[in-house]
């Protein structure tokens, strides 16, 4: 057996096979890239003459836990919300919510094909890709899911960030934020929709995952969400590229406003701004954490400079 195991016991791989088919063959065990909030492995098994591929999360954020000890019945009930959206994603296999079974809160999943691609060729394709996932998610009907959004951060103490050199700018940002919450009607979110939990397959969405924020909420919190991303990993420019793709497929839909954008760019300053170590996974390389500061900086310029 290809065994690469780190953080995944034999404990859990005893409880994959039992809950797959007990006769099943273990042929290889790797950890996945690009995870930084739970710990993610690929487990390959023989079952009979097919070959079946999963993926276990194990929930090992202690901090995380803490605040959210329901994660693994989250990521569940946003999967089995997922299946209705007509977007590929993984399905369930087995889930231990506390840990009992496996000596730490973890979820069985299948594995889906396809990779993150975070170079594409055609960017304008790329784009159009991004948001068709998007608004299939989005068209979900989600009254009766029992999570909500909720902000990362308290708008109300939310401060000009120190590093800024754009003041001004984050000053009319809060002004905006702590104002009129715009009316929206709420459907199902991923919560954290962005190009490292997308793949791809010979140039088109293979899959969806990482729906552990699965929520009900606005659409402009997961256009927001994206866009963000964008920017820090490209710039303006294909954050703009993605809302007006975005607004191709959603049409009367969606209503766009800032607000959500300079909401979702709030939620990213938990902290200074910093690369996302999944980038580096995925094979973008020479971003800095100061390039993230500035290019954090246009956006809420691009942003404030609106006509609306």
């Excluded at 100061?290 to 954090?296: C, I, S, T, V």
Aim: charge should be negative; charged fraction near 25%; include cysteine.
């Amino acid at each position: 057996m290809e065994q690469n195991n780190e953080y995944l016991s034999n404990r859990i791989i005893e409880w994959v096979v039992d809950n797959v088919d007990s006769n099943a063959v273990v042929e290889s065990v790797s950890r996945l890239k690009g995870s930084t909030s739970s710990t993610l492995h690929s487990i390959t098994l023989k079952v009979g003459q097919s070959v079946k591929r999963y993926v276990v999360r194990q929930f090992d954020n202690k901090e995380w836990l803490a605040e959210e000890p329901d994660l693994v019945l989250h990521e569940k009930e946003s999967l089995l919300m997922a299946a209705k959206t007509g977007v590929t994603t993984p399905q369930v296999v087995a889930s231990d919510e506390t840990g009992e079974k496996c000596g730490i809160p973890a979820i069985l999943m299948t594995k889906l094909e396809g990779a993150v691609e975070l170079k594409p060729a055609n960017m304008d394709e790329w784009l159009t890709g991004l948001a068709k996932g998007l608004e299939k998610i989005h068209a979900v009907e989600a009254s009766d899911f029992p999570y909500q959004h909720y902000s990362y951060n308290d708008i109300s103490t939310f401060k000009v960030p120190g590093w800024s050199k754009e003041p001004k700018t984050w000053e009319s940002a809060i002004n905006i934020l702590t104002g009129p919450r715009p009316k929206t009607t709420d459907c199902f979110i991923h919560r954290d929709y962005h190009p490292a939990n997308v793949l791809w397959n010979e140039g088109s969405v293979s899959g969806v995952v990482d729906w552990v924020n699965g929520c009900r909420g606005p659409r402009g919190v997961d256009v927001g969400h994206c866009r963000v991303n964008l920017a820090m990993l490209y710039g303006v420019e294909t954050a703009d590229g993605f809302l007006k793709a975005y607004q191709q497929q959603a049409g009367s839909c969606f209503t766009y406003n800032r607000y959500w954008d300079l909401l979702s760019l709030s939620d990213m300053l938990v902290g200074p701004p910093e690369v996302y170590p999944g980038w580096e996974a995925f094979g973008v390389s020479g971003l800095t954490n100061d390039m993230m500061k500035k290019r954090l900086d246009k956006y809420v310029v691009s942003l404030i400079n609106q006509d609306s």
